[in-house]
């Protein structure tokens, strides 16, 4: 009975039949037109809170919200930690999405995008010796191709998988080097600078490939030691 409930309310959520800000029914009209108990009602507006739907607000009611990145990011962030997605598991998720970021962040990107990923090669650059700053650096540059695309779905997709992201990069960056990491990230920024969607796309694929071998390299190595 909760999950009709929760469907149903969804739908008029979604669908627009309850505007965004609009405050529902009191409980007692929304049981009688549902035709539910109060508990299956309250259920169903906590399971919708949860998701970002609804928002209660003490002395104003059951607000109608739209439903923030944060929520499904959240979820899938939550998923990976609990079934110890793997970090060979993560790249084959992960390098499509990003030649794609890549070949439309050159098509679409702004000037301030472009500023903020030349900050982030320039902060790398000056800060060779400070592996947090790099590992930070690098991933302001992919969040600012990711936003570049002006696709809020590559977002909700990629940064959950933050936490693996962070260990591929340390544990790339503390074996091989931050240089090979400089040199696929200029010739990134140069392709989405002249918006060479093409180009972009294949420098980001070298650099996924490379860092797959990097990482399958060093998982051979900790085998054997």
Do not use: W, Y
């Not at 109060?38 to 209660?56: D, K, M, Q």
């Not at 600078?193 to 996924?208: C, N």
Request: one cysteine or more; charged letters at 25%.
């Amino acid at each position: 009975m909760v999950d009709a409930v929760v469907e149903r309310l969804t739908r008029a959520i979604v669908g627009g039949e309850i505007a965004e800000g609009e405050t529902l029914p009191t409980e007692g009209e929304l049981c009688e037109q549902l035709g539910v108990s109060r508990s299956v009602l309250r259920e169903a507006i906590r399971v919708l809170s949860f998701c970002g739907l609804l928002e209660v607000k003490q002395g104003r009611g059951t607000i109608v919200c739209t439903p923030k990145e944060s929520i499904p990011q959240d979820a899938i962030a939550m998923f990976v930690e609990a079934n110890n997605v793997s970090l060979e598991h993560m790249m084959e998720f992960r390098a499509p999405i990003e030649v794609e970021v890549a070949r439309l962040a050159a098509l679409r990107r702004d000037d301030e995008q472009l500023r903020t990923m030349q900050d982030s090669l320039d902060t790398i650059l000056s800060s060779l010796q400070s592996l947090e700053t790099c590992i930070e650096a690098d991933t302001a540059f992919h969040h600012a191709l990711v936003a570049a695309t002006g696709n809020p779905v590559f977002a909700i997709t990629i940064h959950p998988i933050s936490n693996l992201l962070r260990r591929s990069r340390i544990l790339t960056i503390k074996h091989f080097g931050i240089e090979v990491v400089i040199e696929h990230h200029v010739t990134i920024l140069d392709a989405v600078r002249r918006q060479d969607s093409e180009a972009a796309a294949v420098a980001m694929s070298l650099h996924m490939s490379h860092t797959s071998a990097n990482l399958r390299d060093i998982g051979l190595h900790e085998e054997t030691n």
